[in-house]
């Protein structure tokens, strides 16, 4: 049972269906081994193959907590996406509105499923998603030919705000950029400021991974951040 997926969603309260509806449309050439469903529509028993699951509740938080705390018993990689505060036995939990499920969710399975350049691997999820830890998710855009990368980093940057850029303890940066796009070295010095405006001290993983689906002229940058 669920031998194949490697990455499971499971779905708690009505709002967070909008969540695993979107989830269903991804591409699954790309997403394949992603299974996303609603707690009341499928089995929730971990799996041997289960690697990361993803536990979004919008309601009903003591069956999704319980579930969430079961795929940690069995060594699974668990995330809890909650509306609102709740306590969890999950590896790490974020708490934003159901809205952003699917965003966050996104974010998440890129680093498992698209590869390039510079990978980012299970290891690298495995030192940010900590237990108790508190994960924030974050996106930007950036087109033009010349500066799509810095354009992104500053998009970036003014989502993140100089507030929380300050709380944030470690991170991984995840940059998409179409395969028929060339990234140049000098093109990451962006990157690279955007890393000195945060605490040193902190641990940054990042890495390049091709989408096929953004223009030639855009970048889009990801970041997972535990605070």
């Known amino acids: 049972?669920?031998?194949?997926?490697?990455?499971?969603?499971?779905?708690?309260?009505?709002?967070?269906?909008?969540?695993?509806?979107?989830l269903a449309s991804l591409d699954h050439d790309i997403?394949?081994?992603?299974?996303?469903?609603?707690?009341?529509?499928?089995?929730?028993?971990?799996?041997d193959n289960n690697r990361i699951a993803v536990i979004a509740a919008a309601g009903d938080y003591n069956d999704a907590a319980?579930?969430?705390?079961?795929?940690?018993?069995?060594?699974?990689?668990?995330?809890?996406?909650?509306?609102?505060?709740?306590?969890?036995?999950a590896d790490a939990t974020a708490v934003m509105p159901a809205h952003d499920f699917a965003r966050a969710i996104t974010i998440l399975a890129d680093t498992v499923f698209r590869s390039g350049p510079i990978n980012i691997d299970f290891e690298d999820l495995l030192t940010l998603i900590q237990p108790g830890a508190n994960l924030r998710m974050f996106e930007a855009t950036g087109s033009?030919?010349?500066?799509?990368?810095?354009?992104?980093?500053?998009?970036l940057d003014s989502e993140i705000g100089s507030e929380i850029k300050l709380c944030i303890k470690a991170l991984i940066i995840a940059v998409y950029f179409n395969p028929a796009t060339k990234f140049k070295t000098a093109q990451a010095h962006a990157i690279s400021q955007f890393i000195t405006g945060l605490n040193p001290d902190i641990d940054v993983k990042w890495g390049l991974a091709y989408d096929d689906a953004l223009p030639t002229d855009t970048v889009r940058i990801s970041v997972i951040a535990r605070m």
Do not use: K, W
Request: aromatic fraction near 6%; hydrophobic fraction near 50%.
């Open 144 to 155: 033009g030919y010349d500066n799509h990368v810095a354009n992104a980093v500053a998009a």
């Open 66 to 89: 319980a579930t969430a705390a079961e795929f940690r018993r069995r060594g699974i990689l668990t995330v809890m996406l909650a509306a609102e505060a709740v306590a969890s036995e």
């Open 1 to 22: 049972m669920n031998n194949d997926i490697i990455f499971r969603v499971i779905g708690y309260g009505a709002d967070a269906s909008g969540a695993i509806t979107q």
């Open 31 to 47: 997403f394949d081994g992603l299974q996303a469903c609603m707690a009341c529509e499928c089995d929730t028993t971990p799996a």
